[in-house]
């Protein structure tokens, strides 16, 4: 038997995403800023490890909470392992994105390491915007 998840994400976050050279813009920005905290990463797990890319897929909308969505990022030591993403959107992003504005923004700087969390065991990225 199949249960609907009932949960809808919210509007502004599939708006977002209804343009797919948006997608692939916003999917190349992620690979390089997850590259980018690994890189600056202190943590002896994480460090060498890379994203060789992130990828988006639009059955994965529909998360635990309305304003987050499920990626899929090729991260590890090659580049090749595969761990969930999920990014998830502050109040301020949300805001930014029912205006128009580029949610690239919002994504959080290399130095604000608190918005990253790395998960090697359960293979989980987690990336909280503004």
């Known amino acids: ?8 994400p919210d509007k ?3 708006n977002m995403f209804a343009n797919e050279e948006t997608e692939r813009d916003f999917c190349d920005f992620l ?7 690994l890189y600056a990463s202190t943590d002896p797990i994480i460090k060498g490890f890379w ?20 990626c899929t990022a090729f991260t590890g030591k090659t580049g090749q392992d595969e761990y969930k993403l ?3 959107f502050g109040e301020k ?6 205006k128009g504005y580029d949610i690239k923004s919002c994504v959080p700087e290399t130095i604000q390491t608190d918005a990253f969390q790395v998960d ?11």
Do not use: H, P, W
């Open 1 to 8: 038997m199949r249960v609907e998840n009932s949960i809808t």
């Open 12 to 14: 502004r976050v599939i």
């Open 31 to 37: 690979e390089y800023r997850i590259c980018e905290y």
């Open 51 to 70: 994203c060789d890319g992130v990828l988006f897929d639009t059955n994965a909308l529909t998360t635990e909470n309305k304003s987050s969505i499920a």
């Open 86 to 88: 999920i990014l998830s």
């Open 93 to 98: 992003s949300l805001e930014l994105l029912s």
């Open 120 to 130: 090697t065991k359960k293979k989980l990225i987690q990336i909280y915007t503004l």
